[in-house]
């Protein structure tokens, strides 16, 4: 019809002007600045993204749909004529009346792959949660279902009368096409669920670590103020700045020499691993300084 050739370019071309705003900040750094900054606001806010994908899925079920009302070219016959041979060894004759020429297509199996290559498409998208695909890929398996047992199901079956002959073929494509895209969606479906979990497994795992990279960062900055507490400061950056042997020793000529001994005895009390004191740190901070105020005095 009419419709169907104004309205599947019009489909395709929206779809490719869609597709070109979310790769483009992903694909091309020199793109143009009002492509880009469309693309990163589809990145940046999960609501939008989600409604750009709802509407590619709608604008592709309906181009699919509108696809099946395409006129066919070729010239049909109103009736076909097949010869079988019957178990008494006699010849008869089963006439079958073709449908309408725009119910019949080329090939009309060719709609169901490309709802398989839809199905492998929305699984690509690694921004979307495994249910919001578990929903999409269920539509359009019911869709593609649909269109196989209802809007294609006459071409289908003559199409296997033309190819295989009236009793050649033991199931007609309508069930076989629909059985694949049902096979292929659970299929899809688990491994989109597999990925989604194995993705926050990795998410989890990276924020252990990032958690255990602190941790080293804040011990490591403790051992270096207890250094800096137990030996003076040219002596830490001494053993602190190079790697040094445990059994190296340190020592340096001096003309006069004093030993200060001191102790905080309600220090312990005092110490404490508080956001406040930023884990401690403040505390050891403290007892430096009192301890340089000794050095200052000796």
């Not at 199901?153 to 033991?170: P, V």
């Not at 998410?203 to 670590?209: A, D, H, S, T």
Request: charged share 15%; with cysteine.
């Amino acid at each position: 019809s009419i419709f169907a050739i104004i309205c599947l370019p019009s489909g395709s071309l929206l779809l490719s002007i869609i597709a070109l705003i979310v790769i483009c900040p992903v694909g091309l750094e020199a793109g143009p600045s009002l492509l880009k900054r469309m693309g990163l606001k589809i990145i940046e806010k999960p609501g939008l993204r989600l409604g750009i994908i709802l509407l590619m899925v709608i604008i592709w079920c309906v181009i699919h749909v509108l696809s099946t009302d395409y006129e066919n070219t070729w010239t049909w016959p109103n009736t076909v004529s097949f010869g079988v041979v019957g178990g008494n060894g006699t010849n008869f004759t089963t006439v079958r009346p073709f449908p309408p020429a725009r119910l019949t297509h080329n090939f009309p199996q060719y709609l169901t792959y490309f709802a398989v290559l839809e199905l492998i498409g929305l699984t690509v998208l690694t921004h979307l949660s495994h249910l919001i695909k578990f929903f999409l890929t269920l539509v359009i398996a019911v869709i593609q279902g649909f269109i196989n047992l209802n809007l294609l199901q006459d071409s289908l079956d003559y199409y296997d009368d033309r190819t295989y002959g009236a009793s050649d073929h033991d199931m007609s494509h309508s069930i076989t096409l629909t059985v694949i895209v049902v096979v292929v969606a659970v299929c899809l479906i688990l491994i989109n669920r597999q990925l989604e979990v194995t993705s926050r497994r990795l998410f989890l795992w990276q924020k252990e670590v990032e958690e255990q990279r602190e941790m080293v960062a804040d011990m490591r900055l403790k051992n270096e103020a207890l250094v800096y507490n137990i030996l003076p400061p040219h002596v830490a950056k001494h053993f602190l700045g190079q790697s040094k042997k445990d059994e190296e020793l340190y020592s340096k000529s001096y003309e006069a020499v004093g030993v200060l001994f001191a102790a905080m005895p309600n220090f312990s009390d005092f110490y404490t691993e508080d956001s406040v004191n930023n884990q401690g740190l403040e505390c050891l901070r403290f007892l430096n300084e009192v301890i340089s105020d000794y050095d200052a005095v000796s």
